[in-house]
Structures are given as C-alpha cells and as structure tokens.
C-alpha cells in the first residue's frame, strides 16, 4: 500500500502561481510513477502531468503543456506539481496518483481544491 497526500492547494489570481505537493508513504515511492489528475464538477478526471520512477521522463495534456511543470524527490518521498500562468479554467480538485507506469495507477490522494479567480 502507498498512502497519497496532496498539499498546497487554495486560491490564487488569473496569472498567479502554485506548487502543489504529494508526500507519499508506505512503500518505496521510487518503485511507482505518479500522476496529477483534475476534476471538476460534472466531468470526469483527466491527467494533466505524469513523471516516471526515475524523473526521467515527463508528459503533460495540452491543456497544462509550457505552464505546468511535475517534478519529484524519491529521497523525499515527495512529487510535485508547479503551476504557472494560472487560468480560472485550472480551477478543480486536483488528485496525485501513483501506479506501476504512468498509464496504470493504484493509489490515490483525497485531492486538494485550486480556484483560480479572474
């Protein structure tokens, strides 16, 4: 079992910028890719970033590509999502996931709300 949890969330302005945080714990975090997802309201949950065991590859959706950045730190346990050039369309509860690829995750957060006001 890996247990999820996302921090960093809240409000900020159209232009404005947040880093959001998914510490893990459980088994070794190294051995799992993680995801960020997002949701909102009467769609489904999309993934909008993806970093592979090592870090060493990287993928992104349109939507977030050129603004958005994941990142982690396997001595930390942690992995990470900079958001850039916010827009109010990037408000949603935002989900950390980690799986066996990048394709295939197991092991969700309980989220965390971005509102991005205009």
């Known amino acids: 079992q890996v247990q999820l949890a996302e921090s960093g969330g809240g409000l900020v302005q159209a232009g404005g910028s947040l880093r959001l945080s998914c510490a893990a714990s459980g088994r070794t975090f190294s051995n799992y890719a993680v995801g960020w997802f997002r949701q909102t309201p009467g769609k489904e949950r999309e993934v909008i970033a993806a970093?592979?065991?090592?870090?060493?590859?990287?993928r992104y959706a349109n939507s977030v590509r050129g603004r958005f950045t994941i990142s982690r730190d396997n001595a930390k346990n942690t992995a990470y999502l900079q958001m850039n050039v916010l827009e109010p369309e990037d408000t949603a509860v935002y989900y950390c996931?980690?799986?066996?690829?990048?394709?295939?995750?197991?092991?969700w957060g309980q989220g965390t709300q971005v509102t991005v006001s205009s």
């Open positions: 970093v592979s065991r090592s870090g060493s590859t990287t």
């Open positions: 996931a980690a799986g066996s690829t990048v394709d295939n995750y197991d092991y």
